[in-house]
């Protein structure tokens, strides 16, 4: 359709009065320096549109509790890089503290197999169980339901959790 433009390596980071939308497009970042055509890697633009839709980012967002600013407090995203990107353990023991079961992939994936892990979440009403806590328990790995984590402990690192 001649009246529709697709932005797919954008990222709306305003949405204001009138549908005034404010757009971060990236350009040629993905692309090494010698493809790269225009000097430019990426522009901001602004656009007011009488209709728009987006898809939702898959984004992690950060669970809030006391001290999740400690040292050794890590996105579920983050742990998975230092494992599967770098090869790197980020710890020995871990609790997982989730909101959804995306986080279940990152508890069952350390390479070491003498890592210890707890995992806790919290579940909606009625949400139905998926085969990731069943996996989690096949492997040792604690599932605790309907539990949250309202603190952490420790100057260093995460000493203990309550």
Request: charged fraction near 30%.
């Amino acid at each position: 359709m001649a009246e529709v433009r697709l932005l797919p390596r954008s990222t709306v980071f305003g949405y204001h009065d009138h549908n005034f939308l404010t757009i971060a497009e990236r350009l040629t970042d993905h692309l090494p320096p010698a493809r790269a055509q225009r000097p430019a890697r990426a522009r901001v633009a602004r656009a007011r549109e009488a209709r728009w839709c987006s898809r939702p980012a898959r984004m992690e967002r950060p669970l809030v509790f006391a001290n999740n600013d400690r040292p050794g407090v890590m996105l579920a995203s983050a742990v998975s890089a230092y494992v599967n990107r770098y090869g790197v353990q980020p710890g020995t023991r871990a609790v997982v503290f989730t909101n959804n079961d995306s986080a279940y992939r990152t508890a069952l994936r350390p390479r070491d197999r003498r890592h210890r892990r707890r995992g806790g979440r919290r579940r909606a009403p009625g949400a139905a169980r998926r085969a990731c806590p069943s996996a989690c328990a096949r492997r040792g790995i604690e599932v605790i339901d309907h539990a949250v984590v309202v603190d952490v402990r420790g100057t260093w690192r995460v000493a203990a959790s309550t």
